[in-house]
């Protein structure tokens, strides 16, 4: 039987836990025509327990020279840059790299204020680091 895509996974990363899921939506765009929306990509990881963190919101616009999923050929989960690296974000190594990166930019997990960060800046050291096993910083 599938696992069901809307529930959320566990992570465990340097005895933290962490839950994770992955979301698809849309951007509207300032020309507001009929074709004026950007898919996008959200990644949320909440610390656990419930409470002890605010949420991580690393979120993929797509954009020139970068895509997001918004239909065939593309998975579901795959973000990248059309010539450069890219993730599948159902894959937890993916997700682990991505949250490693944000800790080493600085995120702190037990704030309790929601974050929202542009997951771009993060990709090409969570890509190298999930090629090479090397430390996102």
Sequence with gaps: MPRNPK????LVADGRTYLWSLRHGHSE???GGPTARQCRQTLTLSPQPAGSGGPLRIVFVAGPG???PGG???GSGDVGYL???DLNLHEPGAVRALLDAALAGGWQPEDRRPVELDGWPLLEAAAAARAGGADPA
Excluded: E
């Design 7 to 10: 529930k959320p996974r566990r």
């Design 29 to 31: 765009l300032p020309d």
């Design 66 to 68: 970068r895509y997001v």
């Design 72 to 74: 065939a050929p593309l």
């Design 83 to 85: 010539r450069g690296p």
